[in-house]
């Protein structure tokens, strides 16, 4: 089974990790996350590299990706 992990950085707090089953809404969710702690969210800046989905902040080093994970029930 595979699901997407959104982590988040925030260099004030900690790290946060969610987790879905659908990659568009890992997206979405960590899209939110950092418009909601950066001071300034068109500085936003978005690419995907391998299928890996990023975002940096430019003004500072806040980041955050959408991975897959495979779970294996063993």
């Known amino acids: 089974m595979i699901i997407w992990i959104a982590y988040c950085e925030d260099r004030h707090i900690d ?6 089953r659908d990659r568009d809404k890992a997206i979405e969710k960590a899209r939110e996350y950092m418009r ?3 001071a300034y969210p068109a500085e936003l800046q978005e690419e995907e590299i391998d299928g ?3 975002m940096n902040y430019a003004e500072e ?7 897959a994970v495979n779970i294996n029930d063993v």
């Open 15 to 20: 790290p946060e990790m969610f987790g879905f």
């Open 36 to 38: 909601d702690h950066v």
């Open 52 to 54: 890996v989905w990023y």
């Open 61 to 67: 080093s806040d980041h955050a990706f959408v991975n």
